[in-house]
């Protein structure tokens, strides 16, 4: 009955979200790409399984699953990248923090990414130099591999109760 519950629950929030992502200004995609000209101004793009082209702005946030992520405009908060790369030109301007997760990120300045800048599960890497600033920070992929197993073992334990096994004992009849 719970569980029921929780999917009702869970179906009606995503049906929500889905109605508020779609709504005027916002570009939420399935397999196709999203690409902002110069010039344009969208205010959030969400992208699974495609990547954002971003030349124009982007007055919110950027999200991408399993694509990539190429600015050369301006994106006015957060851009997240899970299972691809990023790419942000000198040109470019990020108002937020940047985080990759299982991909690499590539930036020409530091002025290009006023927040921190995440990569975990990949390389962060500054062309032209090395990455100096303490707000860049990059964990490799085999350690984040070794920390997500890690991870797994310790929330197994946690929520996966062992089995206790009683001795039967025979009683006098």
């Known amino acids: 009955m719970l569980t029921r519950a929780i999917r009702i629950l869970g179906l009606t929030l995503l049906i929500a979200s889905a109605a508020h992502a779609q709504a005027r200004g916002n570009r939420v995609y399935f397999g196709q790409d999203i690409f902002v000209a110069s010039g344009q101004q969208v205010h959030n793009a969400v992208c699974v399984f495609c990547s954002v082209q971003v ?12 694509g990539s992520l190429n600015v050369t405009g301006r994106v006015d908060r957060n851009a997240t990248v899970i299972g691809g790369n990023a790419v942000i030109d000198s040109q470019a301007r990020i108002g937020g923090n940047t985080v990759v997760l299982g991909g690499n990120a590539v930036y020409e300045t530091d002025d290009s990414i006023s927040g921190n800048a995440y990569v975990l599960g990949g390389h962060l890497s500054k062309m032209g130099g090395h990455v100096k600033s303490a707000r860049r920070f990059s964990v490799s992929p085999i350690v984040f591999s070794l920390l997500a197993i890690l991870a797994i073992l310790l929330l197994s334990v946690l929520f996966f109760p062992r089995v206790r096994r009683r001795a039967v004992v025979n009683q006098p009849s």
């Open 55 to 66: 030349e124009g702005d982007l007055t919110g946030r950027a999200l991408v699953l399993f």
